[in-house]
């Protein structure tokens, strides 16, 4: 008897989190063995409210389209399930798995949702239901333990590289510049903003600073100053995570009272502004990094496909409680498999980037070069109508 | 007897202000009249310090290049030539005009630089000197006077309207969303913040303020405020020029003392947070809207060769003292030729978006969309290498 699969959508969007969901479905297809495709709204949160929509009513130009729409299309959440198996919510996600006989549910995130995928697992151990949890991963932070990395993370570094080069070279085309700081997302890892070391002398930033090392704020102007001197601007790549006292008056608090993330590079252009009397202008790359539909990597967005397929096979074969990684083989040429890992050591570790690929505080290693070159390979060529990209609009039709 | 050229790129840069020196090179070529292919270094700059290079020397592929790579490839500057054309800086000048049996001069820039080639124009006829002066039109403001429009503005607009949509699917995707402030570029014009009124409806933003209308705080907030309840997020879009009233506390001067431009999502995003209690995020579109060489438009990159060679033809066929300009002969199909125009009619003029193509405050009409249209029309695929699009680096041979 064929049963149905969920998938879920989960944490913060990256710019190939519908190819994710693409390849499952495409996958999912193949497989008689899996009835209904669904899709659950807002991750966690569909199946708790039993709002699970029919993804085998899209027709095909839809899907094909899914490709290319940024955000997650059946909705994300940051909602985190309660330590408690015994709570009623989880009684409520298993009402939804038997009314609507799913065997299979697919968990797209990262480090969160790999959480939410591990106590689903012991959830349906617990009680008894046959239903198969699998992970698939996803995040621009790559950040993710024991796989070589993540979905997202090329993409992402793709449209940060590129992005980051036109602002350099753009930079210099005045005889006395600016101070530019570039504020790059990554909260407690810096891989993201490490890629734009992969850029030739000439265009890319100065100096690099992630939050793996202290932020010494002396030093940090001292080499600024040193550089503006020479070449009348300097350009210097930050994460949003890197730690410093704030002056309180350029802090920004949000509604609920806590200081905003996002912001470092406004907050640090003040510091540079008052301390060193050097005009500075800052560059959020914001939202586009990880929404960008245009700069995706190719590499990025066939391991998408394949990590799905990976994913749903898996799950077909019986396995439950996994994340799917990836274990790379080689750099050149570039090669990778796919396996499973235990979910259970994956949820809420995180992988920051090792000093071995540093040079200093400010650079990167060749080793982490030689790393990052592949991921952001190739290049997608998005359908446009009108001089604007095309995205896909589910009907979501409710499934009953 | 052949005569030299001299190619100057002034203010700001635009994602085809190469491709608009690219077009004049290569015009250039083909005819025997012009021997001497320069281009001056930092605009009016290189032809004050005799600072000039030699574009014959750069090979061909370098050449082809230079029409993807971001930024002004000559260098540029915001200098202001004074009034009085008896200042010592016009003798220097026109020594680096008779240094070189300079013919022609061409001023790629907007109304600030149609203002140097206003005054050049006038310098030579004072001096009895033979040099034709033409005004190239560029500016991703899209703010000069009597052409239709502005070579820059489509692949700005082009670069901002699918950045923008990103962002608007991207921040549908929580059930309980935020308040989203885009900063667009312009600053007493809004054209380019208008250009995202031709998104569909539900990836477009909510309401859009332009500079050219008053800013009414309460009205603004009332509006944000009663979408946010019953959507869950909005998306607004602002001018940087917009004026508003700034709390001192989150105000940025620069180190000269002035109050920046840019940051006005920043200090609007203040005001809602404190006055609503919604959370809220700025996004500052920054120098990619300007920089970025993926979103070009094809329309505009054509254009900006076509202005060059009319440029080259017309000061070859003896015209000084003018710009081209662009003139509009049909929408459907889209048609435009191309002519001159008196510069001084041009430099220091604002063309300000017409009230007859807004609706209401807060939207545009259709009359807007229909001329913004065929504008960003086209893509172009820049070479990639690597992952990295490719740029173009110059010999700068300088011309003795």
């Known amino acids: 008897m064929a049963k149905a699969m969920v998938y879920l959508q989960s944490g913060g969007p990256t710019a190939v989190i519908n190819c994710s969901l693409y390849g499952a479905i495409q996958e999912a297809k193949k497989h008689p063995e899996i009835g209904g495709i669904y899709g659950s709204l807002n991750g966690i949160e569909g199946l708790i409210n039993d709002d699970l929509i029919d993804l085998r009513a899209e027709d095909d130009d839809t899907i094909e389209l899914i490709k290319q729409t940024p955000g ?90 590129n992005t980051v080069k036109a602002i350099c070279v753009d930079a210099a085309c005045y005889k006395k510049g600016k101070v530019f700081i570039v504020e790059i997302m990554g909260r407690n890892a810096g891989w993201l903003t490490a890629s734009v070391d992969l850029l030739p002398i000439g265009c890319r930033p100065d100096l690099i600073y992630l939050p793996e090392n202290v932020f010494v704020m002396d030093n940090f102007l001292r080499d600024l100053n040193s550089i503006y001197q020479v070449k009348g601007h300097v350009i210097i790549a930050i994460s949003e995570g890197i730690v410093f006292e704030r002056d309180t008056s350029t802090a920004r608090v949000d509604a609920f009272g806590h200081i905003q993330l996002g912001g470092a590079a406004d907050a640090l252009s003040a510091v540079v502004e008052r301390r060193l009397g050097l005009p500075t202008r800052s560059v959020e790359l914001s939202l586009p990094q990880r929404a960008d539909p245009i700069l995706v990597s190719k590499v990025d967005q066939e391991e998408a496909f394949a990590c799905s397929q990976k994913a749903v096979q898996s799950a077909l074969s019986g396995e439950t409680a996994k994340m799917v990684i990836i274990k790379r083989l080689s750099d050149k040429p570039y090669k990778v498999e796919y396996a499973l890992e235990d979910v259970s050591k994956i949820a809420n570790a995180e992988k920051e980037v090792p000093s071995s690929m540093m040079r200093g505080i400010t650079r990167l290693d060749d080793s982490f070069r030689e790393y990052l070159r592949p991921l952001i390979d190739g290049e997608v060529h998005p359908r446009f109508k009108d001089g604007v990209f095309e995205s896909a609009v589910l009907k979501k039709a409710k499934v009953e």
């Open 72 to 161: 997650a299309i059946l909705g994300t959440t940051r909602f985190k399930m309660p330590a408690d198996l015994g709570a009623d919510l989880y009684r409520k996600v298993c009402d939804t798995v038997k009314a609507h006989d799913i065997g299979f549910i697919f968990v797209n995130g990262g480090n969160d949702s790999m959480d939410t995928c591990d106590k689903l697992s012991k959830l349906f151990a617990q009680r008894g239901l046959p239903t198969k949890v699998i992970g698939i991963p996803k995040t621009v932070d790559n950040d993710l333990a024991i796989t070589d990395h993540c979905i997202g993370y090329g993409s992402a570094a793709k449209y940060v590289i």
